[in-house]
């Protein structure tokens, strides 16, 4: 949708020659800037946060974590930790897997609906985009993981009152998670653009 978007206010026959490019610019910073990171922290949120703060209530009220420290083993060890692992693996990943899916459909609305030269689309991206705002987007996407995770583990373990607990527990996982990246979110953009300031190449 942002890249459909992005490709609508950049049609040719309402923009000038030398802004026939910015197409590219607009659609490929804001998913490599915003909507890559934003979108990775939704579907943690919604599917790993849930998923983890479910399983670890789950065994929290069948007494399998007390049963585990009974028998001397750590649960932060053999639960918590795998989960963190897996989390802040597969966050950049699928960060990365959204920029390049965004900015391929980007391209071909852009080339195949709105008519821009291929040329001109990648010259413009390659203008205003730079390795420092894919840094930038695995480095907020890793943050988002490690804000997710760590909800979803708390809330977890600190499950109390049955089934229904766990579903209070996956459902404060979902909502704190997103709220909380939302907001980790406006920070890490101000800083970055107090301290890095964007360049055209």
């Given at each position: 949708m942002?890249?459909f978007?992005?490709?609508?206010?950049?049609?040719?026959?309402?923009?000038?020659?030398t802004?026939?490019?910015?197409?590219g610019?607009?659609?490929?910073?804001?998913?490599?800037?915003?909507?890559?990171?934003?979108?990775?922290?939704?579907l943690?949120?919604?599917?790993?946060?849930?998923?983890?703060?479910?399983?670890?209530?789950?065994r929290?009220?069948?007494?399998?974590i007390?049963a585990?420290?009974?028998?001397?083993?750590?649960?932060?060890?053999?639960?918590?930790a795998?989960?963190?692992?897996?989390?802040l693996?597969?966050?950049?990943?699928?960060?990365?897997?959204i920029?390049?899916?965004?900015l391929?459909?980007?391209?071909?609305?852009?080339v195949?609906?709105?008519?821009?030269?291929?040329?001109?689309?990648v010259?413009?991206?390659?203008?205003?985009?730079?390795?420092?705002?894919?840094?930038?987007?695995?480095?907020?996407s890793?943050?988002?993981?490690?804000?997710?995770?760590?909800?979803a583990?708390?809330?977890?373990?600190?499950?109390?009152?049955?089934?229904?607990?766990?579903?209070?527990?996956?459902?404060?996982?979902?909502?704190?998670?997103?709220?909380?990246?939302?907001?980790?979110?406006?920070?890490?953009?101000?800083l970055t653009?107090?301290?890095?300031?964007?360049?055209?190449?």
């Open positions: 942002a890249s978007q992005a490709a609508r206010q950049g049609k040719p026959d309402q923009m000038s020659p802004r026939a490019p910015a197409p610019a607009a659609g490929g910073l804001g998913i490599i800037q915003q909507g890559a990171p934003i979108v990775t922290a939704l943690l949120g919604g599917a790993a946060g849930s998923a983890i703060a479910s399983d670890l209530g789950a929290t009220i069948r007494e399998e007390a585990m420290e009974t028998l001397g083993l750590n649960p932060t060890r053999r639960v918590v795998p989960r963190f692992v897996s989390v693996i597969t966050a950049p990943m699928l960060c990365m897997l920029v390049f899916t965004g391929l459909a980007g391209y071909a609305i852009s195949d609906v709105q008519g821009i030269t291929p040329g001109s689309y010259a413009s991206f390659a203008s205003f985009a730079s390795v420092t705002d894919i840094v930038v987007a695995l480095c907020k890793l943050v988002f993981g490690l804000v997710v995770v760590t909800i583990c708390h809330r977890g373990l600190s499950t109390k009152g049955g089934p229904k607990g766990v579903a209070t527990s996956v459902n404060a996982t979902v909502v704190l998670g997103v709220v909380a990246c939302f907001v980790i979110n406006v920070f890490i953009t101000q653009t107090m301290f890095v300031p964007q360049t055209i190449g």
